[in-house]
DNA sequence: CATGAATGAGAATTCATTCAT
DNA sequence: TATGAATGAATTCTCATTCAT
């Protein structure tokens, strides 16, 4: 009789939904964000242009949300690290290892798209998330300097510049990993990079703790 | 009668030439690549639309060269520091600090357009630069090891990274600077930061070199 | 077993048929036609968009009986005062003053939504009503002349801009009243107007029967 | 050399605005407010969409434009009228007669589409149409009150009735000249009708005076 | 060479209508 | 019968590039 919103008709809508920004991604690893129009998205999903839009209210939205989705994870990783019980040291070495095993192992190209151009409203959200990401560092970093164990430094600052020296030295143009080098050992150089660039004491031990 | 291009002629085109580079810049730098459309900038250069396909044989080269016009300079001011006399540390302090320097007086504006990501066409003239930029500073870090002053690391990782740092800390959406701090102490910190980063000792030296 | 339309579920089919026009009448009278889109209408009737379409083959006949709907009690009671007994001039004033009168008191806002342009669906209904009601005063008109007591017209063309000059001075963009006059001052004003328009004789009286 | 704007240029200039504007026309005419999308109104003019915007900003302001331009003429000749040195009610009898002429015999198809519906924009232009030709009639109502020759009423309710009389008597879908009357008949019975509405006096003398 | 009007391929978004559940 | 998700045609506006003058 009446229409009901069944658990199978949910799973549709989910369905769609997780479709849609997997089409995106799709798309946008392979073609940049330059070749995600909606158009495109929704023919890759298997639906109609304007079914996109139940879903989302508009392009950019979409856009922004697929960057969130890729970098929610990582976040949440670094952030579980930040909060571990280990050493302000270990917790950093740990966080920036861990980063930069997963950006190097997995969405190498999803990553490389967080320096692709894009709409402003998609900028407003890789700010965010480069925000939030910092704001991850700056508190291990801060917390490092309470506990005497780091350079007495901006944390904000140096957050700031952790990141961009982990984004631009593992996933940049100028990444090495691309030019075929060892994996581990870019992650090893980069960890030993930032543990001194935030002067850490008793580096050796900490990179040994890994 | 034959055509000669006179000497009034050729400075007629030269300053066509400069003068679409002039103003584009000026666009960029107000209202970001967004606003750089090819009729905007020949307005602003006092010329045709059709003019500007004189000299740029796409609206993609003109932003191109036009990056790599404001980075020229930076470049070539870092390249002689590195490739100055002083020791190593020095040199790669030195380098730090007067790019952070520039950076943060010349229009941050600007650098945050030019380096914020904004049009696809120019993404690969953004990139050959970072490269160039890393390109310097990957020599003094390498000539830094060889003297045995700094860590053992590679050198274009390093250098990467540092760019990385820099840009993020100093143009970037994160960056401190950005938030009303003071530009001599976010220098400071920076140049510790990549010193400290790299492995150079006697930092405090160094430091107080400059 | 076979279907049975009892009375339970006729009533509920007049009900949701009625909640549709209800719902559609208060968004035309919030913002215009241009915010009655089906679903919306739907939506404000606490239905589904598909039913819509169970009570009206489209969108256009739902505005139309819409329209229809708000005004057929005008066009009935501006009927019933020109079936009355009165003498004509008397007959034509009330119907002139106590349509005026509505106008005025019931929504102006949805009159001046339902007869300033909007939809084109909805013309030919619109068309429609204007013509019945210029047909109740048409009549009117017609017999105030052959009672010798209005000046010798046109009827129709008389009835068309009576009616014009009502929704013009009323409910119009131009209408003094929606400028913050005082109602019943206007309303004598119209019915003055339109007495004179006509040529009624004995004005004074006809206007003092009210 | 050079590239000149001269005459020829400027001519075609102007046959291309006034181009777009005719073939708009056209097609309002014709199909209604509804079939002038820009793609249309360009190709009836014989020019790519995108050449639309070089001459108006926006679709809206086209068919405001045209509005205006359609009505403008309209309005010029009224208002010379009013300003005629003619007593107030041969002025106004006068003003009405031409109006009713130009309405009936001219564009009789565009007027209609004054109760056409559109964009908002486009009903703004109407407004501001209806809002000059009232003013006008106010004008000339307002003196013939001062001059003792028209009824004590407010001159904008009159002037407001009599431009809704005279569109929808003449103009409107309930028009009786739209079904074939004389015209001419039509309009001896509509200046009547506006005459006696303002309590014009010496009717019969104005009225002969056409 | 310079000009700037013309071009027209796109791309995002809306919404009446349909139809499987 | 009711539902509401899906559809996709339709439409506006942008802007890099061309080319007659």
Redesign the pocket.
């Known amino acids: 009789?009446?229409?009901r919103?069944?658990e199978?008709?949910e799973a549709?809508?989910a369905d769609?939904r997780a479709a849609i920004l997997k089409a995106a991604r799709r798309i946008v690893a392979d073609g940049g964000f330059q070749e995600?129009?909606?158009?495109?998205v929704?023919a890759a999903a298997?639906?109609?242009?304007?079914?996109?839009?139940?879903?989302f209210?508009?392009?950019?939205d979409l856009l922004a949300e697929l960057l969130r989705m890729i970098c929610a994870r990582e976040i949440e990783v670094v952030t579980a690290i930040a909060e571990s019980e280990a050493s302000p040291a270990a917790r950093f070495a740990d966080a920036v290892r861990v980063f930069a095993e997963r950006a190097l192992r997995g969405s190498r190209l999803a990553y490389a798209n967080i320096f692709e151009p894009a709409a402003p409203e998609v900028d407003d959200a890789r700010f965010e998330i480069r925000r939030e990401l910092a704001g991850v560092f700056a508190r291990m970093i801060e917390e490092g300097i309470r506990a005497g164990r780091f350079a007495r430094i901006d944390p904000n600052l140096a957050a700031a510049s952790v990141v961009g020296a982990l984004l631009e030295g593992l996933v940049g143009p100028l990444a090495p990993g691309r030019r075929g080098r060892d994996d581990a050992r870019v992650i090893l150089d980069i960890v030993a990079f930032c543990l001194r660039a935030v002067g850490a004491k008793e580096e050796g031990n900490v990179v040994a703790l890994r």
């Open positions: 009789m009446a229409y919103r069944t199978k008709i549709r809508l769609n995600a129009q909606v158009a495109a929704a298997g639906l109609a242009t304007g079914t996109v839009y139940r879903y209210p508009s392009k950019a």
